[in-house]
Each structure stands twice: as structure tokens, then as C-alpha cells.
Nanobody, 125 residues
């Protein structure tokens, strides 16, 4: 069964850090691009970062590039998102997604993108 399972979310104070994990099963991670998206209440889902099959990283905004780091461990079939210097506006449900190809960016509206169930990140004092 093809599946993505996110973990690592939670409540953190502004300025804190979290590391999200996305565990993949049912397919070899190494031949697909994997990305992270997030969706805040009342807002559209937006791209955060993407890692292609060569582990080249793409970040969707300059703010994320300076604070977030995507990485992948193909042997463990897991992708990570290290988030530092978190801000209240980073509060959202974070999803990982598998591209139908090995390339970034991931077009979120494509029907053959595989999504995880999401993990909640709340940044608040």
C-alpha cells in the first residue's frame, strides 16, 4: 500500500524548532520527488519545500529558505523538514506529498500526487 505518514508536529514557542518526518511505504522513495506543503485555517495549501531525486532542494519563499531545511534518507524511506526560528505565521497543518515524477516543483492540483494525512504545527507563546 502506497502511504505517506507525517509526524513530529506539535506546539512550540516562537523562535523554537521542530523536525517533521514523512515516512513513505509501498514505493522506493529514491525515484520520486517529495515535497512539504502547509495549510493554515482559511488559506490555500501552499508549497514549503521540495527535494528531487538528486536531493536538490527547492524552497518556495525566501523566508522558508533561511529557516527550513528539507532532507531525505532514501535508505530509511523518510523525508524530513527541519524548521528553525519558528513564527506564529508558520502555524498550519503540514503535509508531505509525493510527486508523480522525480522533479520539483510538485504541482499540488495533479490527481496523481500522493498526500499524507498531515501533522499540526502550532507556534504560540
Amino acid at each position: 500500500q502506497i502511504q505517506l505518514v507525517e509526524s513530529g508536529g506539535g506546539l512550540v514557542q516562537p523562535g523554537g524548532s521542530l523536525r517533521l518526518s514523512c515516512a513513505a511505504s509501498g514505493f522506493p522513495l529514491g525515484i520520486y520527488a517529495i515535497g512539504w506543503f502547509r495549510q493554515a485555517p482559511g488559506k490555500e495549501r501552499e508549497g514549503v519545500s521540495c527535494s528531487n531525486t538528486n536531493s536538490v532542494q527547492t524552497y518556495y519563499t525566501n523566508s522558508m529558505k533561511g529557516r527550513f531545511t528539507i532532507s531525505r534518507d532514501n535508505a530509511k524511506n523518510t523525508v524530513y523538514l527541519q524548521m528553525n526560528s519558528l513564527k506564529p505565521e508558520d502555524t498550519a497543518v503540514y503535509y508531505c506529498a509525493r510527486s508523480p515524477t522525480g522533479n520539483c516543483p510538485i504541482q499540488r492540483n495533479l490527481p496523481d500526487v500522493i498526500w499524507g494525512q498531515g501533522t499540526q504545527v502550532t507556534v504560540s507563546s
